[in-house]
């Protein structure tokens, strides 16, 4: 049985930084499009950062925390990490991490929810002013 399980979320300064954690288990990961999504009151769940792979060494990231964020995979460990620096306070958020359940032939980035099928519980990230 999949699942993805995050950790780190919390209460941080405007400038400062945060390392969120999603535990995944039940396969492997590295074949597999993964990303971290994120999800106001009120909004619809938006791309933060996606890989078209768990060992791609590439991402791709939204206009809003490129430069700032930074997502990475441990395949030995099958580990998803989104490190957050100068976080600001639009960046509070839910943040999700996220797995498609096919592996990736086409090399294309995933940028919509509904085209992920497995899911953590999310972790709060707030950032104070």
């Known amino acids: 049985q999949v699942q993805l399980v995050e950790s780190g979320g919390g209460l941080v300064q405007a400038g400062g930084s945060l390392r969120l954690s999603c535990t995944c288990s039940g396969r492997s990961f590295s074949d597999l499009p993964m990303g971290w999504f994120r999800q106001t009151p009120g909004k619809e769940r938006e791309f933060v950062a996606i890989?078209?792979?768990?060992?791609?060494?590439?991402?791709v990231y939204a206009d809003s925390v490129k430069g700032r964020f930074t997502i990475t995979m441990d395949n030995a460990k099958n580990m998803l990490y989104l490190q957050m620096s100068s976080l600001k306070p639009e960046d509070t958020a839910v943040y999700s991490c996220?797995?498609?359940?096919?592996?990736?032939?086409?090399?294309?980035?995933?940028?919509?929810?509904?085209?992920?099928?497995?899911w953590g519980q999310g972790t709060q990230v707030t950032v104070s002013s």
């Open positions: 996220a797995a498609r359940s096919r592996p990736n032939y086409n090399g294309n980035y995933y940028y919509t929810p509904r085209e992920y099928d497995y």
């Open positions: 890989k078209r792979w768990g060992g791609d060494g590439s991402a």
